[in-house]
C-alpha cells in the first residue's frame, strides 16, 4: 500500500477539493520536508490545526452574511447596493455567466475534503480523550454537511463524496462523478447532521463560539429539509414548473417530479427537535433575546422607546409569554450591532463569530453609514421592503405596495411631523421634519430602515457637527442625499440593521488605508438563530393536510404532527410578541393559504439582510414573480423644497429588475465541467463547448 504524504503547509491552507487539478498534488519533486498523514494526526497540534483549516473555508466566499463582493445574495428585492453599478446591472438583468462569483464551489469541496481526511485519521491521535476525539469527529462531519448545505442552496443538486477520498494520481476520466438528486443531497446532510449532533455538545463557552453544537447540527438539518420540502424541490400538484431538464448524464431528474407532503413532516419534527433541547430558559436551550427599558438619560445612543401598544394579549403578561417589560426595539437591534456578545446571546444558534472576510458584515455597515460619517452610504432598501414592516398596532401602512398591481389603493399618507403634532404620534420617536409614512411603524422597523429624516447616534464622532445623535436627510443637495458620484442612496431610503452607535468615523486624517472599517464595532455573524427555527416549524406546520408521526432526530420520541392553531403560534407568536406587534388574527390562523401568505412576509422582516431572502423566493418559486416587479423608491431627486414629491414613491430607473428562470439556480462553472465530465450544468446556462 502506497504511503501518503503531506506537506506541512497544507495544514494551513491546501485541502484540496473534486475540482482540484491532479499536477497541484504532484508536489514529490519539488519537496522534501513532508509529513505522512499519520504525523500529522499523531500530533495534537497539528490536529487541531488541521480541523481548524476545514472550518477556514466558512470564511469568504462562504460567509451567511455577505456584502456583495461575493455571491449577493442579501440582495434580492429588499436590498440593493448603488456602487459597482455595472455588477448590479448584470445580478438583475442575469448578465451574469458561468464564470462570475465561483468562489464557493471550489471552497466547499476543498472544506470537504479536509473534513474527511480529519474524520478518517483523527481516531490514531493518543494526546486525546475519547470523549475529545468524539467531539472532534462530530465537528468535522458538521462542517462537511454544512458545505454540501451551501453548495445545495447555490447550485441545486451536487456530487456527494461521502467518506470517499479521490485519488489524484488517477486520470480525469475516473475522477468524474455525477450530480446526487436534490433529495439525496438533503437527506445525506440531514443524516449526516444528526450523526454530528449526537457528539456535540449542548453548550461551548466564549472561546469555542464559532464552533458548533448539538443546536447547531439540529437547526442546519432543519434547514435544509425546509428546503426539501419547498416547491423548489416539491411541487404542488398545480405546478406547472418542475425543472424537468435538470438532469444527469443519464437523462434522470434531479429535482423530485411529485408532491410529498411527509417532506414537510420531517422538516416541522427536525425544527422541534431544536426547540425541545433542554436548557435553562423554561426549560429549553434556546430563546429570543431580550432587553428590558433603559435609562436613556444613562444610556447614550439609545432613544427613548415606548411601549408597545395595549392588545389585551401579550400586553397583559410578562416575557417569554408577553411584552410587559422588554424593549422590543433594543430587543432586535441589539441582536445584530455588536452590543450583545454571542455567549450572552440565547438566540444565537450557529455563528462563524467575527471571523469575516472583507466582505462580511462591518463591510456592510461601512457602505451604510452616511456620509458625513465617512460611510460610502450606498446600500439601500426598496420601497416594497419598507412597506413590508407593519404600523404599530399590526396593521398594514396605507396605501401599501400602491403602485404595484395588486397594492392597496388608497393613497399613501401625506404630511410631516411637526413640533405641533409630534404628540399624536406617540408610537415612535421620529423627529421633526420626517414624512407621516415612517410614523408609528412597528419597531423592527426603527431598528432596521434609515428613512428619511432617521437619527443616527454617532457616539465616537469627533467633530461636534456630528457628535451625538444626529438627524439625516436624503434630499438633492443635503450631503448624504442625491450627488453627482455614486455615493448616494438611490431610493431615499437606506439601512440601519447591524449599525452600532460607536460605528461612526468623520476623522478624514485618519490613515485607515490598510483596513477602512477599523472604526466599526465587530459582529457576530447570524448563522442561525432561534427565530428562524420557529419559523421554520410555522410553515412546515402550516403545509400539512394530514397527521403526520415522526421520529425525533435520536429516535426517543415520537411527533404527533398536524396542523393546529396551537402549533402555528408556537412559531410565530413568540416572533410577534419580541417585536413588539399583535399577534395574527384568527382569520390568519385558520386560513392556510393567508398564514402561508404571512409567514413569508414575518421572514422577509424578520430576517431582512441576513442572506434569506434571495433565497427562499427562490425555494417558493417566487423569484419569477417577486424580482421581475419594478423597484420603486422615493424621488431622490427632489429637494427639501419638495418634500412631499421626494416621499411619493416613483420606479427607480438606475435599479433594473427582472428574472428569468435560469436565476433560480447559479450557473456551475465552464472549468468544472471540463473537469468533471459526468457533471451536467444547470438549466439555462452553457457548457464549454
Request: net charge negative; proline share 5%.
Amino acid at each position: 500500500m502506497k504511503k501518503k504524504y503531506i506537506l506541512l503547509t497544507v495544514i494551513l491552507g491546501l485541502g484540496l477539493g473534486l475540482a482540484s487539478c491532479t499536477d497541484q498534488l504532484n508536489t514529490d519533486k519539488f519537496f522534501k520536508d513532508r509529513m505522512s498523514l499519520e504525523d500529522v494526526f499523531k500530533d495534537e497540534d497539528y490536529s487541531e490545526e488541521w480541523l481548524a483549516n476545514a472550518f477556514s473555508y466558512l470564511t469568504g466566499s462562504n460567509a451567511d452574511v455577505s456584502s456583495k463582493g461575493h455571491t449577493p445574495f442579501c440582495f434580492a428585492d429588499d436590498m440593493y447596493f448603488g456602487d459597482r453599478d455595472n455588477f448590479y446591472r448584470r445580478l438583475k438583468n442575469g448578465d451574469y455567466g458561468e464564470g462570475d462569483q465561483q468562489g464557493p464551489w471550489g471552497a466547499c469541496y476543498k472544506g470537504i475534503r479536509q473534513a474527511t481526511i480529519f474524520i478518517q485519521n483523527i481516531d490514531i491521535n493518543e494526546d486525546f480523550t475519547a470523549e475529545e476525539i468524539a467531539d472532534y469527529k462530530a465537528q468535522a462531519r458538521f462542517v462537511r454537511a454544512y458545505y454540501y448545505w451551501l453548495l445545495l442552496r447555490k447550485y441545486g443538486p451536487v456530487p456527494l463524496l461521502g467518506d470517499e477520498l479521490l485519488d489524484y494520481d488517477e486520470a480525469y476520466e475516473d475522477l468524474a462523478r455525477p450530480r446526487n438528486t436534490y433529495d439525496e443531497c438533503a437527506d445525506y446532510i440531514a443524516s449526516e447532521m444528526a450523526l454530528a449532533a449526537k457528539d456535540l455538545p449542548l453548550e461551548r463557552g466564549a472561546l469555542s463560539i464559532a464552533r458548533p453544537t448539538r443546536g447547531a447540527a439540529l437547526a442546519a438539518r432543519a434547514k435544509v429539509l425546509l428546503y426539501a420540502a419547498s416547491p423548489i424541490n416539491n411541487p404542488r400538484p398545480t405546478d406547472t414548473e418542475k425543472f424537468t431538464d435538470l438532469v444527469d448524464r443519464e437523462g434522470k431528474c434531479l429535482i423530485a417530479q411529485e408532491y410529498d407532503e411527509t417532506k414537510w413532516a420531517r422538516a416541522a419534527a427536525a425544527a422541534r427537535d431544536v426547540m425541545e433541547l433542554p436548557g435553562k430558559y423554561n426549560g429549553h436551550r434556546y430563546e429570543l433575546y431580550h432587553a428590558g427599558f433603559k435609562d436613556v438619560e444613562s444610556s447614550p445612543g439609545f432613544p427613548a422607546s415606548v411601549k408597545p401598544v395595549d392588545d389585551g394579549d401579550f400586553s397583559t403578561m410578562e416575557w417569554p409569554n408577553g411584552w410587559k417589560g422588554i424593549d422590543p426595539y433594543e430587543s432586535y437591534r441589539a441582536i445584530f450591532n455588536g452590543t450583545v456578545a454571542a455567549e450572552n446571546n440565547p438566540e444565537l444558534i450557529f455563528t462563524r463569530g467575527q471571523n469575516q472576510s472583507t466582505e462580511g458584515i462591518n463591510v456592510m455597515v461601512g457602505h451604510q453609514l452616511p456620509r458625513a460619517t465617512n460611510g460610502w452610504n450606498t446600500h439601500g432598501l426598496t420601497q416594497k421592503q419598507c412597506d413590508a414592516y407593519y404600523m404599530y398596532n399590526g396593521y398594514d401602512i396605507q396605501g401599501k405596495d400602491h403602485e404595484m398591481p395588486g397594492g392597496d389603493p388608497a393613497e399613501r399618507v401625506k404630511g410631516f411631523i411637526t413640533d405641533e403634532n409630534k404628540g399624536d404620534y406617540k408610537y415612535c420617536n421620529v423627529a421633526t421634519g420626517v414624512s407621516l409614512q415612517y410614523a408609528n411603524r412597528e419597531p423592527r422597523f426603527y431598528a432596521s430602515v434609515a428613512y428619511n429624516g432617521s437619527i443616527w447616534y454617532f457616539l465616537n464622532a469627533e467633530k461636534n457637527e456630528n457628535k451625538g445623535p444626529k438627524q439625516i436627510f436624503y434630499y438633492r443637495g443635503e450631503g448624504n442625499g442625491y450627488i453627482n458620484t455614486m455615493f448616494w442612496l438611490r431610493t431615499g431610503i437606506g439601512v440601519m440593521k447591524y449599525v452600532h452607535p460607536d460605528d461612526a468615523n468623520d476623522n478624514s486624517s485618519q490613515d485607515n488605508k490598510d483596513n477602512p472599517w477599523d472604526h466599526i464595532r465587530k459582529k457576530t455573524e447570524p448563522a442561525i438563530r432561534y427565530a428562524e427555527v420557529l419559523m421554520i416549524y410555522a410553515e412546515a406546520i402550516n403545509e400539512l393536510g394530514g397527521s403526520h408521526n415522526v421520529a425525533s432526530w435520536n429516535g426517543e420520541k415520537m411527533y404527533v404532527l398536524e396542523r393546529t392553531e396551537a402549533d402555528l403560534k408556537k412559531g410565530i407568536r413568540p416572533i410577534r410578541c419580541r417585536a413588539g406587534i399583535p399577534d395574527y388574527t384568527p382569520e390568519e390562523y385558520g386560513s392556510q393559504a393567508l398564514f402561508r401568505k404571512k409567514l413569508k412576509r414575518e421572514r422577509q422582516i424578520e430576517l431582512m439582510g441576513e442572506g434569506h431572502r434571495y433565497y427562499d423566493l427562490r425555494r417558493w418559486k417566487d423569484a419569477q414573480e417577486e424580482e421581475s416587479k419594478p423597484i420603486y423608491g422615493c424621488n431622490a431627486q427632489m429637494t427639501r423644497n419638495d418634500a412631499e414629491i421626494f416621499h411619493t414613491p416613483v420606479e427607480v430607473a438606475s435599479l433594473p429588475t427582472t428574472f428569468s428562470r435560469k436565476m433560480y439556480f447559479w450557473p456551475i462553472s465552464h472549468s468544472e465541467l471540463k473537469r468533471n465530465k459526468l457533471l451536467t450544468q444547470n438549466p439555462g446556462w452553457t457548457y464549454n463547448d
